[in-house]
């Protein structure tokens, strides 16, 4: 089972980012993929995540309106769409699966069976 995050880098203020997080190993419809960020000095925040049954998806209320999540299961691939991105912004940004049956647990890390590595993201100003 593997999670390869991409599409992480500096932006500036304003800008706009797509991550990609590429899954495979695993069936993809069996698991909801979450997007959790890592800032130094902060704990792990869960900010989006996707069914892979019925694609429904949730936000956490800092990145709603900015950010998209989707999904292509075609390609076993996820997406997070960043759009007018902020200093705060910055982190490691880490994608994360779960088995689906918790998909609206999802903000819960501990739940989650597959990490992958991070991408960093650097919001300048």
């Known amino acids: 089972v593997q999670l390869v995050e991409s599409g992480g880098g500096l932006v500036q203020v304003g800008g706009s980012l797509r991550l990609s997080c590429a899954a495979s190993?695993?069936?993809?419809?069996?698991?909801?993929i979450g997007w959790f960020r890592q800032a130094p000095g902060k704990e792990r925040e869960g900010i989006s995540c996707?069914?892979?049954?019925?694609?429904?998806?949730h936000y956490v209320d800092s990145v709603k309106g900015r950010f998209t999540i989707s999904s292509d299961n075609a390609k076993n691939t996820v997406y997070l769409q960043m759009n007018s991105l902020k200093p705060e912004d910055t982190a490691v940004y880490y994608c994360?699966?779960?088995?689906?049956?918790?998909?609206?647990?999802?903000?819960?890390?501990?739940?989650?069976?597959?990490w992958g590595q991070g991408t960093q993201v650097t919001v300048s100003s």
């Open positions: 190993g695993f069936t993809f419809d069996d698991y909801a």
């Open positions: 996707i069914s892979g049954s019925d694609s429904s998806t």
């Open positions: 994360a699966a779960l088995d689906d049956y918790y998909s609206d647990s999802c903000w819960d890390p501990g739940l989650y069976l597959y």
